[in-house]
């Protein structure tokens, strides 16, 4: 029955990182009737987080390799799964997470409908705890203006991060996009995600995107920085793709802010630190920091002059306040080895150990 193929994905996708709550009527199912048919249901149970050709997949599926193909590649460009095609040999496929993946690759196809979905589904889910310390995507300081202290790694400075890649491609911030089509959010950078290599072409190919050069790739990292943006890219060394999120739209921030101490949940190297006699009382910080990490020192509303304190449990290390303070009061150091969460070599390979740990916490 098709009702089956669909309760089978959910359970598939459940297992994947982030996972895919249930609910206790079934908005579930009714957002992946939205998105796959039963056939497409029924094959997407079959890919797991390996990238593999399609008779492997066809093997598992009990199709004919070409009908495999033919179905996984109109899945791909539906943004239901994730797809490599290489200059040289056989295209090869992977199961998708649904955040970070399938919901994501919807952002050329949220309309009302698709959305009233998503949200139905999403207020009724059952919160299930992250994996821990190892999340899907962690926080870097922003732009080039930031003094990182020398210990600082390749993969943590945005501008080598940039370096490591040779194709890149811009698309829309999904969150934005979902809230703008509900008459909210904010004004923000609509093309503010960065993808790279084979996410630059998966997204073009696929979803909503363009490719673009290097030297774009920085313009949108210096105005997300003038636009009170965390540069949020892949929990991995060798870097999928940047988010550039603001505190309104984006989930994974709104989130954070409601933790009491976000210092503790967040993937990030680096923490703030407060020179308050150098502090000149400006202000500026305390409208860039995202997490209210940043208070007045002074009497509760606080005015130009009053100094400002740091909750340092607060703070996720995206460096927002050092870049535009005047005095130069605000600077990050590296967070304490055993603060540091797990960064591994690739995407897959966090999904991969995600995946590992969901399972043995079920």
């Not at 929990?235 to 210092?263: E, T």
């Not at 509303?301 to 304190?309: E, I, K, N």
């Not at 130069?328 to 740990?357: F, H």
């Amino acid at each position: 029955m098709p009702e089956d193929s669909y309760r089978q994905l959910a359970d598939h996708l459940n297992r994947l990182p982030g996972g895919f709550p249930p609910t206790a009527n079934g908005e579930e199912l009714r957002l992946l009737e939205k998105l796959f048919t039963p056939a497409e249901a029924a094959l997407a149970t079959h890919l797991t987080l390996e990238r593999e050709e399609a008779p492997a997949i066809a093997d598992r599926a009990g199709i004919s390799p070409a009908e495999v193909k033919r179905r996984l590649d109109e899945m791909a460009a539906k943004g239901l799964i994730f797809s490599v095609n290489p200059k040289e040999g056989p295209v090869l496929y992977q199961a998708a997470p649904f955040v970070v993946g399938i919901y994501e690759f919807q952002v050329g196809r949220l309309d009302e409908e698709l959305i009233g979905a998503l949200d139905a589904y999403w207020k009724l889910s059952e919160k299930r705890p992250s994996a821990p310390h190892i999340p899907q995507m962690r926080t870097i300081p922003v732009g080039q203006r930031v003094d990182l202290p020398p210990e600082a790694l390749p993969y943590e400075r945005v501008d080598e991060i940039v370096k490591t890649h040779s194709r890149f491609a811009v698309a829309p911030c999904v969150c934005r996009r979902h809230a703008k089509l509900q008459g909210k959010g904010c004004d923000g950078l609509e093309e503010s995600c960065l993808l790279f290599d084979e996410w630059a072409d998966y997204y073009v190919s696929n979803v909503e995107g363009r490719y673009i050069e290097r030297a774009e790739v920085m313009e949108i990292l210096a105005e997300a920085d003038a636009a009170n943006l965390v540069l949020q890219p892949s929990n991995s060394q060798h870097a999928s793709f940047i988010c550039c999120c603001c505190r309104c739209c984006c989930g994974v921030l709104r989130s954070l802010r409601l933790q009491r101490k976000p210092a503790e949940v967040v993937a990030s190297p680096f923490i703030a630190r407060l020179d308050a006699e150098a502090c000149e009382g400006c202000r500026i910080c305390l409208d860039r920091c995202p997490m209210k990490a940043l208070r007045s020192a002074g009497n509760r509303q606080g005015s130009v002059g009053d100094h400002v304190r740091l909750k340092v449990d607060r703070c996720i290390g995206c460096g927002l306040c050092v870049t535009t303070c005047p005095s130069e009061a605000l600077s990050l150091e590296r967070k304490a080895d055993g603060e540091q969460a797990a960064t591994p070599a690739d995407m897959t390979t966090t999904w991969q150990v995600i995946s590992r740990a969901q399972a043995e916490t079920q």
